[in-house]
């Protein structure tokens, strides 16, 4: 859990977007492509000025249709709709004189928020502070949306936005894939198994993840041994993992990827980094993207 949460977090301050060239036809899905799901249920929240300092939690409050709210956010929070909320962390620690500064009633928090002292200062100000459960499966949203609404006193936005997640479910196919996290110029190579956040995504759209079903760890070390015994139809990575590796031809230059069926038709989808696994609103807009960005990737 506490790797999985290491890696999501370094794929937030990583992102940037990689544009396919002639050579290379990547199937790619930019984090502008995605729209915010945004819910217009006419209520109106029991707190004025909110502060989301946990992860996602101020996507959260913008898809809830309240925006127009937020005082403040956390530094990974970087959609465009976000840009004009001050930021209250800096090198990810939270800024208590910032937050004092904007005058909150509520603020979320998650277990990554930190340090403590800022988080005491806060609740000594006697500001509402609502613990927000972190996300790492599809499952897991409709806890952390559920607790925003609820804090928010806005239960029909809440149903509304929680239902979209039921929503989301494909046929399962034979189409098998594999989820590989590459960081090149960290060395850092890795198959996801069970637990690695892809599965869910993967599950949920109908395919096989061969990681999940045959490794055991939610990240494991990639070796062309278990590439070539996988034989994986699809490959799926973060776009700037793929750039990290030399894009599609460096990819494919990785010992075992040029023995698999992905590597041989060059089937590679590659989703925003601070998209793929950042389970929130946006989350089911993408993973119907990434179902159809699949299915024709296995075709080529």
Do not use: C, W
Not at 47 to 76: C, F, H, P, Q
Not at 187 to 194: A, C, D, K, V
Not at 214 to 231: G, M, R, S
Not at 273 to 286: A, E, K, Q
């Amino acid at each position: 859990m506490r790797l999985r949460a290491i890696l999501i977090s370094s794929t937030v301050a990583l992102s940037s977007l990689f544009l396919p060239t002639a050579q290379a036809a990547v199937s790619d899905i930019t984090a502008s492509q995605i729209s915010l799901p945004i819910i217009n249920s006419g209520e109106i929240p029991a707190y004025k000025r909110i502060v989301a300092l946990a992860n996602g939690s101020a996507e959260i409050v913008a898809a809830l249709g309240y925006r127009k709210y937020l005082v403040g956010r956390d530094i990974a929070s970087t959609m465009p709709e976000l840009k004009s909320i001050p930021i209250d962390e800096s090198a990810m620690q939270v800024s208590a004189e910032a937050v004092l500064s904007q005058h909150p009633d509520i603020v979320f928090i998650d277990s990554n928020t930190t340090p403590a002292s800022a988080l005491n200062t806060l609740r000594s100000a006697k500001i509402r502070m609502v613990l927000v459960p972190s996300a790492f499966t599809l499952a897991d949203i409709q806890a952390k949306e559920s607790v925003i609404s609820q804090a928010l006193h806005v239960p029909k936005a809440g149903k509304a936005l929680i239902a979209q997640v039921s929503l989301l479910h494909f046929p399962k196919q034979s189409i098998k894939v594999a989820f590989l996290y590459m960081r090149g110029t960290a060395s850092i190579y890795l198959i996801g198994g069970p637990g690695s956040g892809a599965d869910s995504l993967l599950k949920a759209d109908g395919f096989i993840d061969v990681g999940a079903t045959n490794l055991k760890n939610p990240f494991n070390a990639l070796t062309a041994e278990e590439l070539i015994k996988l034989q994986p139809d699809v490959l799926l990575l973060m776009t700037k993992g793929l750039e990290s590796v030399g894009g599609i031809s460096g990819l494919v230059a990785f010992p075992g990827i040029a023995q698999t069926p992905a590597g041989i038709h060059k089937r590679v989808v590659t989703v925003d980094d601070s998209l793929l696994l950042s389970f929130g609103p946006r989350t089911i807009p993408m993973a119907k993207q990434l179902h159809q960005l699949i299915v024709t990737a296995s075709k080529r």
